[in-house]
T-cell receptor
């Protein structure tokens, strides 16, 4: 079946601009996660959705970052007034239940590589 | 101190050799443990979950030592296709986010 998809695969923007990154989770998965990965580092948690609501947004670095999941499926990560330090790979993952258990595997999408010039 | 620490490597290992990675975690409340594999410029993919009793999947063996708070991964009879970055990952009960180590880069040499 189809896995997690993310668009665009690459995004180049200028400092100060607004960007939106889209994630389409595996069908039927209620939990959706956003992570950010910088070069040479592991992914870092940003935000987690259970259905339509953001259950944990403790990883968002500041108020320029915002994410929505209005219908409990597709999610959009929004970054305002982008800065060069926002350049990274943005990864989306989904899991069946979001229970946090060992069996609730998180499946990752291919990511969006964001470059802020 | 990072929550999950790994030796970043690189580990350059001849084909057919056995290689082992260790990882330590700082939060004793950690409840779920995984090894993910990440190929260059690709997304992380679950390699295996790690259970207290230890578990094996073909050439791969994972161990968990809760008392010492470390996790290990052993790869036997390494193949060229095993070349990748191996991410140690920890989760906490009731907290769905995963915490990743920086990854250990492995290159298998023909």
């Amino acid at each position: 079946g189809a896995g997690v998809s993310q668009t665009p695969s690459n995004k180049v923007t200028e400092k100060g601009k607004y960007v939106e990154l889209r994630c389409d989770p595996i069908s039927g998965h209620t939990a959706l996660y956003w992570y950010r990965q910088s070069l040479g580092q592991g992914p870092e948690f940003l935000i987690y959705f259970q259905g339509t609501g953001a259950a944990d947004d403790s990883g968002l670095p500041n108020d320029r970052f915002f994410a929505v999941r209005p219908e409990g499926s597709v999610s959009t990560l929004k970054i305002q007034r982008t800065e060069r330090g926002d350049s990274a790979m943005y990864l989306c993952a989904s899991s069946l239940s979001g229970s946090g258990s060992q069996q609730d595997t998180q499946y990752f999408g291919p990511g969006t590589r964001l470059t802020v010039l | 101190r990072k929550e999950v620490e790994q030796d970043p490597g690189p580990f350059n290992v001849p084909e057919g050799a056995t290689v082992a990675f260790n990882c330590t975690y700082s939060n004793s409340a950690s409840q779920s443990f995984f090894w993910y594999r990440q190929d260059c410029r690709k997304e992380p993919k679950l390699l295996m979950s790690v259970y207290s009793s230890g578990n094996e999947d073909g050439r791969f063996t994972a161990q968990l030592n809760r008392a010492s708070q470390y996790i290990s991964l052993l790869i036997r009879d390494s193949k060229l296709s095993d070349s990748a970055t191996y991410l140690c990952v920890v989760g906490y009960f009731g907290n769905e986010k995963l915490t990743f180590g920086t990854g250990t880069r492995l290159t298998i040499i023909p």
